[in-house]
């Protein structure tokens, strides 16, 4: 993943890190080696479902769903068919 950092005398810089690597509120300047905090930027919501997105610019909660609320038609249920190449 990518994230920001804020060096006090360079300014932002980014840096990829793998899951696995230690501290990700810290890192140092690649150019000047000073000690830098990491910066929290807006998540970017572009690629989003535009139902999803509109509800969250507009800070919607979301909300807990059960099953015989959801509208729509009912999936057919298959029936497992016969192998014939299947010994059983």
């Known amino acids: 993943?990518?994230?920001?950092?804020s060096c006090p005398s360079c300014g932002p810089f980014e840096e990829r890190?793998?899951?696995?690597h230690g501290d990700k509120t810290k890192s140092v300047c690649p150019v000047c080696k000073e000690p830098a905090k990491r910066i929290f930027k807006v998540p970017n919501t572009f690629s989003m479902n535009a139902t999803?997105?509109?509800?969250?610019?507009?800070?919607?909660?979301?909300?807990l769903t059960q099953k015989d609320q959801l509208q729509g038609t009912k999936r057919k249920q298959n029936k497992p068919t016969s192998r014939?190449?299947?010994i059983g």
Do not use: E, L, N
């Not at 993943?1 to 950092?5: E, G, Q």
């Not at 997105?53 to 909300?63: C, I, N």
């Open 1 to 5: 993943m990518i994230y920001s950092f």
């Open 17 to 20: 890190h793998t899951s696995s």
């Open 52 to 63: 999803v997105k509109r509800k969250v610019d507009q800070g919607a909660t979301p909300t």
């Open 84 to 86: 014939p190449w299947q």
